[in-house]
């Protein structure tokens, strides 16, 4: 007889903001205000080379583009401490560590359009609105419920737009 596996269930509301945190455009964690705010925190010509990859034991970790921005930001990790600190829980921010890599979560996301010309995603229709919302109403957990119906939402007006007019990845 083979032996059992015990399996400990995990709420699928839990589970779900994990999986999606990409899609719906803000992370989970204890600094996910970090990722939301990275555009802001550092400006929009930082913002286009650098991204955070990690916070572990006190130290940010930022992936940087290219030799020069990693070179760049060295001249001014001080600052950055300084500036990034407040939007972290007190004393989780010691240091900062720089890697260089190809940037991929704020090219997605939270990175500033690079020419003004760029395409921003419509608001939802009334009828997207309307059908997104009929998708989800069997859901009773309410976090669920919101999470799914963005989900829905998103893909709707993704599906509306041709591809060559949708902003780059």
């Keep these: 007889m ?5 399996r400990t269930m995990i709420p699928l509301g839990e ?4 999986l999606t945190h990409e899609l719906l455009d803000h992370p989970v964690g204890r600094a996910q205000r970090l990722w939301r705010e990275w555009v802001t925190a550092v400006g929009p010509q930082l ?9 572990s034991d006190g130290t940010l970790t930022i992936r940087v583009d290219s030799p020069a921005w990693k070179n760049e930001l060295e001249f001014i990790k001080h600052e950055l401490l300084e500036r990034l600190a407040p939007l972290l829980p007190p004393g989780s921010l010691q240091r900062i560590l ?3 890599g190809t940037l991929r ?6 990175r500033p359009p690079p020419n003004p010309d760029s395409v921003s995603w419509p608001p939802p229709l009334p009828n997207e609105i309307q059908q997104a919302q009929s998708q989800v109403t069997m859901v009773a957990d309410p976090m669920l419920q919101e999470i799914l119906y963005r989900i829905a939402l998103k893909r709707l007006i993704r599906t509306r737009i041709p591809d060559k007019i949708q902003p780059s990845p």
């Design 2 to 6: 083979p032996p059992r596996i015990q």
């Design 105 to 110: 979560f704020l090219q997605k996301t939270q």
């Design 15 to 18: 589970v779900i903001p994990q």
């Design 98 to 100: 720089l890697k260089q």
């Design 47 to 55: 913002a286009q080379h650098t991204e955070p990859l990690r916070l």
